[in-house]
């Protein structure tokens, strides 16, 4: 099985900052890897499909980039709203795995 | 607009079953992927099946063999029958579709089962 992992799993923030979150995988994803926003009590949300691909009516602050074993989700001009654990996932070939999480927090 | 919206989680001794639904709205369930996904109490997420339109279905490690997913198409509604359960099968359940192949772009609110 593929292993997603996450760096850093906590990271702490001001308004405005920029943050990058890494996931890296233990083997090729090629470029199938999404990214998902948790915010306690909710259903994950879709942020970014196919590496770099925005999901419909998801803020532009967000931005993915990455190929085969090492990705990034870089959110820009943090917002109060983004304070959110964030998991990556791959889809090449199963099992399906999703990265640990980083919790985002604004300080 | 797309629902979906799960039901069938309870409280289970260990061993027992229990039959997850997936009442479905704005979509059909038979032309679209649709997955199941957990996530244990405090924990990450994890993939659990997915059920193509021309019905086969993947499964991941931890349930192949005890969990299988299926549909009804009349009723446009997704299942998860769940075997064996264990302990460590105590999560909240999402129903999910799927772009193909596979982001998770829409999910139910969840479903809690205790084991």
């Known amino acids: 099985d593929i292993q997603m992992t996450q760096s850093p799993s906590t990271l702490s923030a001001s308004v405005g900052d920029r943050v990058t979150i890494t996931c890296r995988a233990s083997q090729s994803v090629l470029g199938w890897l999404a990214w998902y926003q948790q915010k306690p009590g909710k259903a994950p949300k879709l942020l970014m499909y196919k590496t770099s691909h925005l999901e419909s009516g998801v803020s532009s602050r967000f931005s993915g980039s990455g190929y085969g074993t090492e990705f990034t989700l870089t959110i820009y001009n943090l917002q109060p709203d983004d304070s959110a654990t964030y998991y990556c996932?791959?889809?090449?070939?199963?099992?399906?795995?999703f990265g640990q999480g980083t919790k985002v927090e604004i300080k | 607009e797309v629902h979906l919206v799960e039901s069938g989680g309870g409280l289970v001794q260990p061993g027992g079953s229990l039959r997850l639904s997936c009442s479905i709205s704005g979509l059909s369930v038979s032309s679209n992927y649709m997955a199941w996904i957990r996530q244990a109490p405090g924990q990450g997420l994890e993939w659990l099946s997915v059920l193509y339109p021309e019905g086969s279905t993947y499964y991941g490690d931890s349930v192949t063999g005890r969990f299988t997913v299926s549909r009804d198409d009349s009723d446009n509604t997704l299942f998860l029958q769940m075997n064996s359960l264990r302990p460590e099968d105590t999560a909240i359940y999402y129903c999910v579709k799927v772009i193909p192949l596979g982001a998770f772009d829409i999910w139910g609110q969840g479903t809690t089962v205790t084991v």
């Open positions: 996932q791959h889809y090449n070939g199963y099992p399906w795995t």
